[in-house]
């Protein structure tokens, strides 16, 4: 099974899973967070990643839309939160 990657390209946080690939604009991302619901509190949020088994569900908010990233690598939070400071 394929693991979240998150790096950071020019002015956007890219998260990769599988084939899917999403681009997300630092200047739209409000907040990023624990999301410690199974499910996830934002209902419209755009999922990705593999809900089973994982430890760590990740909410970023954006003006636009939620996304709810579901990973078992550590520090995935530090990681997209240190993306946004550097």
Do not use: C
Not at 11 to 17: A, G, L, S
């Amino acid at each position: 099974m394929f693991e979240v990657k998150v790096e950071k390209r020019d002015d956007q946080v890219v998260i990769k899973w599988q084939f899917s690939k999403t681009e997300i604009p630092i200047s739209e991302i409000i907040n990023v967070t624990y999301d410690h619901t199974y499910a996830g509190e934002s209902k419209t949020a755009m999922r990705i990643g593999y809900p089973y088994g994982t430890t760590d569900r990740i909410l970023i908010q954006t003006a636009r839309k939620d996304y709810l990233i579901y990973t078992s690598v550590g520090a995935t939070k530090e990681k997209i939160l240190s993306l946004l400071s550097s």
